[in-house]
């Protein structure tokens, strides 16, 4: 039987970190983000909307959108938050559908790495959701690091998601990553295996 799962997370809980060792393994994995960056490249579907929207303030010398200052200009404004959610959700939704429907032609188990999963309500998509889980304080700490950011932006950057705390009692499976990459990767084994790691236990 084909099974189609969902992973899940906040921004840096380890998606990437479990969605490289998926694709290692010789599976496929769907990565919304990698998507959403192609979209924005120029002559992507989002390309025009957004330059529309922004002005050609956004764009840098050789006409690509600059994504840092996007961020900043939707994270640090609720209203455009929402523009964002709507006019850039539906069209990533319409594009991720399709991507979904290639694969099950060809693929018995294959992921989607969607962030914003059950914020934008894609949990229906899936046979089973699979949350990669850290605490607040392990979350904004990794983040600082990886992407080189204030803690105040980092915080910005947290609040446009729903807490990690809330998922987890969306998910089917939890995958608990406050410890090292060992241990997270021997839960994804675990449940690859058919292990059962309950979500709300
Ligand atoms: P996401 O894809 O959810 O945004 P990443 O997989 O990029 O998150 O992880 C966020 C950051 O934390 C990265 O720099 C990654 O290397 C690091 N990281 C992930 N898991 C661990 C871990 N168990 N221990 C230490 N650092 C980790």
Sequence with gaps: MRKIIGITGGIA???STVTEFLRQKGFQVVDADALVHQLQKNGGRLYQILVEHFGEKVLLENDELNRPLLASLIFSNSEEREWSKQTQGQIIREELWDLRGKLAQTEDLFFMDIPLLF????ASWFDETWLVYVSRDTQLDRLVKRDCLTIEAAKARLSSQWPLEEKKKL???VID???S??????QVVKL???GAIHARA
């Design 171 to 173: 998910a089917t499976f």
């Design 181 to 186: 990459r060992e241990q997270l990767l021997s």
């Design 119 to 122: 914020e934008q309500d894609y």
């Design 192 to 194: 690859l295996e058919g």
């Design 13 to 15: 809980s380890g998606k």
């Design 177 to 179: 990553n406050n410890g």
